[in-house]
Nanobody, 114 residues
Framework: QARLVESGGGLVQAGGSLTLSCKYY????????MGWFRQAPGRERELVAR????????YYTDSVKGRFTISRDTGENTVDLQMNNLAPEDTAVYYC???????WGQGTQVTVSS
């Protein structure tokens, strides 16, 4: 089990940008696939983006393609999510995830106003 700590959430206007960061505390960060999920009240948690250990496979859900970019910094044991052109439908708590080990951060709130 790893400990994940997210930061960077906040309140932005539609069309604005935010960068989320996740700090990974544990072993073998470089071998873990890292992902960002989000969940709004009353909705299921959904995968937003994922990057594998070798960065050979990067996934984005269709709704964020072209707007969000996931990246990882092996020296800092962090994974970031750069979010551009934010829209109100992006409002959610964003969670960092690792696999393996499968671990979750506590989440960071992103709120996008019209």
């Amino acid at each position: 089990q790893a400990r994940l700590v997210e930061s960077g959430g906040g309140l932005v206007q539609a069309g604005g940008s935010l960068t989320l960061s996740c700090k990974y505390y544990g072993r073998a960060f470089n071998r873990a696939a890292m992902g960002w999920f989000r969940q709004a009240p009353g909705r299921e948690r959904e995968l937003v983006a994922r990057i594998n250990w070798g960065e050979r496979s990067i996934y984005y859900t269709d709704s964020v393609k072209g707007r969000f970019t996931i990246s990882r910094d092996t020296g800092e044991n962090t994974v970031d999510l750069q979010m551009n052109n934010l829209a109100p439908e992006d409002t959610a708590v964003y969670y960092c995830n690792s696999d393996p080990p499968q671990s979750w951060g506590q989440g960071t709130q992103v709120t996008v106003s019209s």
